[in-house]
């Protein structure tokens, strides 16, 4: 049997909650959203803050991952707590652990 920990039950609980009041979970910060128009424009929704950046290089903390994006000319065109939006010319976009 697998084992879970304070922090995975707490977010099982959150999500429960979330999915029983049909919320979005982005408004909890359980979840990202990223959505890119083109090859110049990504907006990431749900995210916890930025670990990197450059005009090449992007890392962004989520819930549940680590965003990578890389390009060039990459610029913060808008940041909030709840949502990023950058530009440039998007080359990849990678999600690890």
């Given at each position: 049997m697998l084992k879970r920990n304070k922090k995975q039950e707490r977010t099982s609980a959150y999500?429960?909650?979330f999915d029983a009041l049909s919320l979005p979970k982005t408004a909890a910060g359980l979840t990202t959203t990223v959505t890119i128009t083109g090859t110049d424009s990504i907006l990431v929704?749900?995210?916890r803050g930025i670990i990197k950046y450059s005009d090449t290089l992007v890392l962004l903390n989520a819930p549940k991952y680590i965003i990578r994006i890389t390009g060039a000319d990459l610029e913060i065109t808008e940041i909030a707590t709840e949502?990023?939006?950058l530009r440039g010319v998007i080359a990849a976009l990678e999600y690890t652990h």
């Open positions: 999500e429960k909650v929704e749900g995210y949502y990023i939006s």
